[in-house]
């Protein structure tokens, strides 16, 4: 079993920067892929970034040049850096492992946007 744990979220004004962070523990193998989702109420989850173990990455095309995904592999750990955010940025954020045919997920953390 894996488990997830964000933290980092809260209320930023627009053009504001939060960073999200993400712990990993439990039975987790490599190679594996880690990423944040968000979810508004109604709507399905979507990705906003991914990273392999590797260190591929990739984004919504809604987040790009804005968002930037690391993860430290030593620690378990992934990390999404969000700059020049927006209101409709406003979501839950869920962290995500990916291993073995399973996906794992994070309780959310939520981000709102807003003056």
């Known amino acids: 079993q894996v488990q997830l744990v964000e933290s980092g979220g809260g209320l930023v004004q627009p053009g504001g920067s939060l960073r999200l962070s993400c712990a990993a523990s439990?039975?987790?193998?490599?190679?594996?892929?880690m990423g944040w989702y968000r979810q508004a109420p109604g709507k399905q989850r979507e990705l906003v970034a991914g990273?392999?173990?590797?260190?591929?990455?990739n984004y919504a095309d809604s987040v790009k040049g804005r968002f930037t995904i690391s993860r430290d592999n030593a620690n378990n750990a992934v990390y999404l850096q969000m700059n020049s955010l927006k209101p409709e940025d406003t979501d839950a954020y869920y962290c995500?492992?990916?291993?073995?045919?399973?996906?794992?997920w994070g309780q959310g953390t939520q981000v709102t946007v807003s003056s």
């Open positions: 439990g039975s987790i193998f490599s190679p594996n892929t």
């Open positions: 995500s492992l990916r291993t073995l045919g399973r996906q794992y």
């Open positions: 990273m392999s173990t590797g260190g591929s990455t």
